[in-house]
């Protein structure tokens, strides 16, 4: 069974820095890229960031460019958001979310339960 | 980037009825759509992938169609459980954008 279990929310000051982790189980992790979506309170799906099973593409949104960096650690299948600066406007439960690369469709196939992170002084 | 686009925002149905939603990309996406369902309080699930294939373990009440910008996903018959809230994706370049979901209340 696939898991995903996020961790390292919670509150923090604006301009300050969090990293969340996400525990990857039941699947070959470096068999595929993953990704980081957020939801802000009461709001729509917004993609944050993607890294590929080797590390070597990695992607983030405009909002979030120059201040969160992605990555992973294949050894102990694990995915990491650091997040650098932050504002306000970041706050959202973020979801760790494995991507489905089965005929390139590239659709987001499992994802974790969600972390909150909410930026405030 | 590519701006998705549902309608409706929201909806009311009763048990039993047929909905569709619709979902328009700015620019083509030949069929590199996706329909995820998201109930209150819970993670979204994938539902549909590649426009129309429906994800393993979905009910077949729920179908996908459209090729290029514009897309459906119809649900035959709403049961109970399909009250939440629908979002479409674009998986054709990045940033993967979502559209602002469409959310299926009860009537």
């Known amino acids: 069974e696939v898991q995903l279990v996020e961790s390292g929310g919670g509150l923090v000051q604006p301009g300050r820095s969090l990293r969340l982790s996400c525990a990857a189980s039941g699947f070959t992790f470096d068999d595929y890229a993953m990704h980081w979506v957020r939801q802000a309170p009461g709001k729509g799906l917004e993609w944050v960031s993607g890294?590929?099973?080797?590390?070597?593409?990695?992607d983030y949104a405009d909002s979030v460019k120059g201040r969160f960096t992605i990555s992973r650690n294949n050894a102990n299948n694990s995915l990491y958001l650091q997040m650098n600066s932050l504002r306000p406007e970041d706050t959202a439960s973020y979801y760790c979310v494995k991507e489905d690369s089965v005929e390139n469709w590239l659709s987001f196939d499992y994802w974790g339960q969600g972390v909150l992170v909410t930026v405030s002084s | 980037d590519i701006q998705m686009t549902q309608s409706p925002s929201s909806l009311s149905a009763s048990v039993g009825d047929r909905v569709t939603i619709t979902c328009r990309a700015s620019?083509?996406?030949?069929?590199?759509l996706n329909w995820y369902q998201q109930e209150p309080g819970k993670a979204p699930k994938l539902l549909i992938y590649a426009a129309s294939r429906l994800q393993g373990g979905v009910p077949s009440r729920f179908s996908g169609g459209g090729f290029g910008t514009d897309f459906t996903l119809t649900i035959s018959s709403l049961q109970p459980e399909d009250f939440a809230t629908y979002y479409c994706?674009?998986?054709?370049?990045?940033?993967?954008?979502f559209g602002q979901g469409t959310k299926v209340e009860i009537k």
């Open positions: 620019q083509t996406i030949t069929k590199y």
């Open positions: 994706q674009q998986s054709y370049s990045s940033p993967r954008t």
């Open positions: 890294i590929s099973w080797n590390s070597i593409s990695i």
